[in-house]
C-alpha cells in the first residue's frame, strides 16, 4: 500500500506562485509514475502532470504547460508541483496520484486508470 499526502497549497494572487509537495509512505515510490490531477467545483476531475519513475520523462496538459514544473525526489520519497505564473482558472483541489508504469502515455490522463490517491489540497488563486 502507497499513502500520500499533499501539501503546500493556499490562497495566491494571480500571477503568483506556489510549490505542493506529495509525500509518500508505506512503500517506496521509486519504481511507481507519479501524477497530479485537479478538481474544481462543478467540473471533472482533470489530468494536470505526471512523471516517469526516474524523473526522465515528464508530461504536462496543455493548459500549464510552461508554467508548471513536475519534479520528484525518490530519495525523500517525495513528488513536487512547481506552480508559477498562476491563473484564475488554475483554482481547484489539488491530488497527488501514483501507479506502476505500463506502457504507452494516454492513461496517464484518465484518472480511473491511477491506483493510489492523495486527499487533496486546495489552491485558490484570486485577481
Known amino acids: 500500500q502507497v499513502q500520500l499526502v499533499e501539501s503546500g497549497g493556499g490562497s495566491v494572487q494571480a500571477g503568483g506562485s506556489l510549490r505542493l509537495s506529495c509525500a509518500a509512505s508505506g512503500r517506496t515510490i521509486s519504481n511507481y509514475v507519479l501524477g497530479w490531477f485537479r478538481q474544481a467545483p462543478g467540473k471533472e476531475r482533470e489530468f494536470v502532470a505526471a512523471i516517469s519513475w526516474s524523473g526522465g520523462v515528464t508530461h504536462y496538459a496543455d493548459s500549464v504547460k510552461g508554467r508548471f514544473t513536475i519534479s520528484r525526489d525518490n530519495a525523500k520519497n517525495t513528488m513536487y508541483l512547481q506552480m508559477n505564473s498562476l491563473k484564475l482558472e488554475d483554482t481547484a483541489t489539488y491530488y497527488c496520484?501514483?501507479?506502476?508504469?505500463?506502457?504507452?502515455?494516454?492513461?496517464?490522463?484518465?484518472?480511473?486508470?491511477?491506483?493510489?490517491w492523495g486527499q487533496g489540497t486546495q489552491v485558490t488563486v484570486s485577481s
Open positions: 496520484t501514483a501507479d506502476r508504469w505500463r506502457p504507452g502515455s494516454s492513461w496517464l490522463q484518465r484518472p480511473g486508470e491511477w491506483y493510489y
